[in-house]
């Protein structure tokens, strides 16, 4: 007898379950002020490390032991900020909220102030030099590029032309970042 009105009751439970689905979620598109917040992120302690590098090369009694924790940190910063370009996974609207004009802008000035500080380090003592290769500050850097440039197509060439293109080819082949040089067309 009670049979058939639990049996009811089972298929209208099913019956409105199968009906109440959840709304379809909007999706947030990230923008291109966003990549540029994270590049001004890099940049903000990028310009922390480097007095820090050049104020510890110009001391006589620096060691490798003294500049390995600033190599650590500055490839860190630039692993960091690739992987918060990366959690945008290509989904960058670049017609708002800022222009590639500005992240490659901002990009250049980050990766001009790393080389020069890198061929500052090298002039000094090779072996300090060793140490940021050591520590992956090539491949820290051209994964920033690449992620930048999968971010907002186009970015590489934009940071290529940014640059001085004859100092910045002797400055690359001098610290023998000759992957950077590669991807930059250089």
């Excluded at 003294?66 to 609207?93: C, M, N, S, W």
């Amino acid at each position: 007898m009670l049979f058939f009105p639990v049996l009811s009751s089972f298929f209208a439970f099913g019956a409105l379950t199968a009906v109440a689905s959840p709304a379809p979620s909007v999706e947030k598109r990230t923008n291109a002020a966003d990549v540029l917040t994270t590049v001004v992120n890099i940049e903000t302690q990028v310009n922390v490390i480097l007095p820090q590098i050049d104020a510890l090369i110009g001391s006589p009694t620096a060691t490798v032991a003294d500049i390995e924790p600033l190599a650590a940190q500055l490839a860190g910063v630039l692993r960091a900020g690739t992987a918060k370009i990366d959690a945008f996974e290509g989904k960058v609207d670049a017609n708002s909220g800022g222009t590639k004009d500005e992240v490659a802008k901002k990009t250049a000035d980050i990766y001009t102030s790393i080389t020069a500080t890198l061929s500052r380090v090298k002039a000094k003592n090779v072996l300090f030099y060793v140490t940021f290769l050591q520590y992956g500050i090539e491949g820290a850097l051209i994964g920033t590029l690449l992620s930048l440039n999968t971010a907002l197509d186009g970015v590489i060439a934009l940071v290529r032309n940014l640059y001085v293109l004859d100092a910045l080819d002797g400055l690359l082949s001098g610290l023998g970042l000759l992957n950077i040089k590669v991807l930059l067309g250089l």
